[in-house]
């Protein structure tokens, strides 16, 4: 069975510093592996989604996410916080052969001033 | 804008009632889903459509019921509504890993 692992249900940063939330996955086949942002009183929207291709991805709002096999890690990065980027943030996962997304259980980013 | 529409923001329930959350999407998608948000609980899934009338259980399907009778509108049913089901509901339309939420529905049961 696949499953996401989210390192921290809360995270905070400053404003202006390296924004790093980590996502572990467990899967036995190839997976495809997603970041999502939740905004308050809002529904969830992509940020990126990895899909075999470069293991490199690069989403909206400046964030990317790298697929490391060995680590079976898909961290998620930015380079400097901002305070629009405070929020939820859900990875997921899904294996190629279903259109299936199971997520993890979240980590709120908080951003000071 | 495409988009999946969800009929009810906020909804507040007596126990034993039925309930029915409606999700309409209209990107022609066929693949629906229907989660739940809880606090520390991340989405789990409860129901999920990949055609009309099909119909297949996710990880917390007890309590729930789904309907496809059209290929926009999947709907979940609570059919006698508990406490324990208060939460939100999000629901999802996909294809080929293009996920589009809605806003959601906070039900609430009392």
């Known amino acids: 069975a696949q499953s996401v692992t989210q390192l921290g249900s809360h995270v905070s940063v400053s404003e202006g510093a390296l924004v790093l939330l980590r996502c572990n996955y467990s899967?036995?086949?190839?997976?495809?592996l997603f970041w999502y942002v939740q905004y308050p009183n809002q529904g969830l929207q992509l940020l990126l989604k990895?899909?075999?291709?470069?293991?490199l991805v690069k989403g909206i709002n400046g964030f990317e996410a790298e697929f490391k096999k060995s680590e079976t890690s898909f961290h998620l990065t930015k380079p400097s916080a901002h305070m629009s980027d405070a929020a939820e943030y859900f990875c997921?996962?899904?294996?190629?052969?279903?259109?299936?997304?199971?997520f993890g259980k979240g980590t709120r980013l908080h951003i000071l001033p | 804008d495409v988009k999946v529409t969800q009929s009810s923001r906020y909804l507040v329930k007596r126990t034993g009632e039925k309930v029915f959350l409606e999700c309409v999407q209209d990107?022609?998608?066929?693949?629906m889903f229907w989660y739940r948000q809880d606090p520390g609980l991340g989405l789990r899934l409860i129901y999920f459509?990949?055609?009309?009338?099909?119909?297949e259980k996710g990880d917390i399907p007890e309590g729930y019921s789904v309907s496809r009778e059209k290929k926009e509108r999947f709907s979940l049913i609570l059919e006698s509504a508990s406490t324990n089901q208060t939460s939100m509901y999000l629901c999802?339309?996909?294809?080929?890993?293009?996920?589009?939420f809605g806003s959601g529905t906070r039900l609430t049961v009392v």
């Open positions: 999802a339309s996909s294809s080929n890993y293009g996920y589009t």
């Open positions: 899967s036995s086949v190839p997976p495809y």
């Open positions: 990895y899909t075999s291709a470069a293991t």
């Open positions: 997921a996962v899904s294996d190629i052969r279903d259109d299936k997304i199971i």
């Open positions: 990107m022609d998608h066929e693949n």
């Open positions: 459509s990949y055609d009309v009338k099909m119909k």
